[in-house]
């Protein structure tokens, strides 16, 4: 697809190369603060951004917020510098990670907000993608949960499911207010959305390093940590964010005909395609392909032979029903079925060596 075709398709994309915005995505945090006002009292505190390459929240951010705020970016993968924000490239469910991001801030001081635009590579398997992007979500709460002041703001992304309701009432054991937001710059046929939670504060008994600590024991959900596993499902507000008079990320809009297209702001520095295209430029595609299906494929019963994601994957589709891992046919079937996928996983990497 050619630039001018892209510009044409996708007003949002033409529109942030325009406004000097390092991605679209940039519009709908814009979106969510006209309709939430989210970045009123950071001035107290500041603001920390998770999963934040290639930085345009992290933009939005150091162009919004006061003078004085603190803000602080995390990513697994390096970004280019920003003017005041502090880059922190790690992983979010590390405890390390939250010591780090509090070192930027005044000991009588955290930060008011902490948003996360993270997703996963999808896979077009709509649950697989929507666990996925529930755990990275919930990563990204522990951490919040960790650093967050009280009465603070959390925003993340989300695939909106049938366990979405699920994930509305663990949001709502940790804030006040939980809203679920479209901005008008997602495209309609996308199934993301946005939690908005307001009013932060902690459950009775609970230590703000909890759910980090309960994340490294295979306790993936706030209920688990704080006692509650019978939470149930939450109905939450799910509302368009932003003026509904703006242009429509579904149209196509055209374009002059002497438009010439714009690079972008700030191309990734550590792209997921640049091994694919040098492997491209050498020839070997096929024969480097042919051995990534190879591992896919082990990595996905290297999945299913951990026991811990096993369980975790299991318990969301049982939290509906009431029950629990811990029953223990359940518990015999989990086990039955992982040691049947490590023994699948073992052959194959015995196989695997042979070829060599």
């Known amino acids: 697809m050619g630039k001018s075709t892209r510009d044409r398709r996708d007003i949002y994309y033409?529109?942030?190369?325009?406004?000097?915005?390092?991605?679209?995505?940039?519009?709908k945090l814009l979106q969510i603060d006209e309709s939430f006002d989210i970045f009123s009292g950071t001035s107290h505190g500041g603001a920390v951004d998770l999963c934040a390459a290639p930085g345009s929240w992290s933009q939005v951010l150091s162009r919004r917020l006061p003078a004085g705020a603190t803000i602080v970016s995390?990513?697994?993968?390096p970004m280019a510098p920003l003017d005041r924000v502090h880059i922190i490239e790690g992983d979010i469910t590390k405890l390390s990670i939250a010591r780090e991001i509090l070192s930027h801030f005044s000991?009588?001081?955290?930060?008011?907000?902490?948003?996360?635009?993270?997703?996963?590579?999808?896979?077009?398997?709509?649950?697989?993608?929507?666990?996925?992007?529930?755990?990275?979500?919930?990563?990204?709460l522990a951490l919040a949960v960790a650093v967050l002041q009280d009465g603070g703001t959390f925003v993340a992304?989300?695939?909106?499911?049938?366990?979405?309701?699920?994930?509305?009432?663990?949001?709502?054991?940790?804030f006040a207010e939980v809203t679920c937001a479209k901005p008008k710059s997602s495209r309609g046929t996308s199934v993301e959305a946005f939690v908005v939670c307001k009013g932060f504060h902690l459950?009775?008994?609970?230590?703000?390093?909890?759910?980090?600590?309960?994340?490294?024991?295979?306790?993936?959900?706030?209920?688990a940590v704080a006692g509650s596993p019978t939470?149930?499902?939450?109905?939450?507000?799910?509302?368009?964010?932003?003026?509904?008079?703006?242009?429509?990320?579904?149209?196509?809009?055209?374009?002059?005909?002497d438009h010439v297209p714009q690079r972008p702001v700030a191309p990734p520095t550590e792209p997921a395609y640049r091994r694919a295209k040098e492997m491209r430029s050498r020839g070997n595609v096929g024969t480097t392909f042919a051995a990534n299906e190879r591992l896919d494929h082990a990595d996905?019963?290297?999945?299913l032979a951990d026991p811990t994601f096993v369980r975790a994957v299991v318990q969301r589709d049982l939290l509906s029903k009431g029950r629990s891992?811990?029953?223990?046919?359940?518990?015999?079937?989990?086990?039955?079925?992982?040691?049947?996928?490590?023994?699948?996983?073992?052959?194959?990497?015995?196989?695997?060596?042979?070829?060599?």
Do not use: N
């Not at 459950?203 to 706030?222: E, K, V, Y």
């Open 14 to 27: 033409r529109k942030a190369k325009e406004e000097g915005w390092r991605a679209r995505s940039a519009f």
């Open 325 to 356: 891992v811990d029953e223990p046919e359940i518990a015999a079937m989990i086990d039955e079925s992982v040691q049947e996928a490590a023994r699948l996983l073992a052959a194959e990497r015995s196989a695997a060596q042979q070829q060599k």
């Open 203 to 223: 459950p009775t008994g609970m230590d703000r390093l909890d759910l980090m600590h309960g994340f490294a024991q295979g306790q993936t959900t706030p209920s």
């Open 157 to 174: 992304k989300i695939f909106r499911g049938r366990d979405s309701d699920l994930l509305f009432g663990q949001l709502r054991l940790l």
């Open 74 to 77: 995390v990513d697994l993968q």
């Open 300 to 303: 996905i019963l290297a999945a």
């Open 231 to 257: 939470l149930g499902p939450a109905i939450v507000p799910y509302i368009a964010a932003g003026d509904s008079s703006r242009l429509d990320s579904d149209c196509r809009y055209g374009v002059a005909p």
């Open 107 to 140: 000991p009588d001081a955290r930060p008011s907000l902490v948003i996360c635009d993270g997703a996963p590579d999808v896979t077009g398997m709509h649950d697989v993608d929507q666990f996925v992007q529930s755990q990275l979500l919930l990563a990204a």
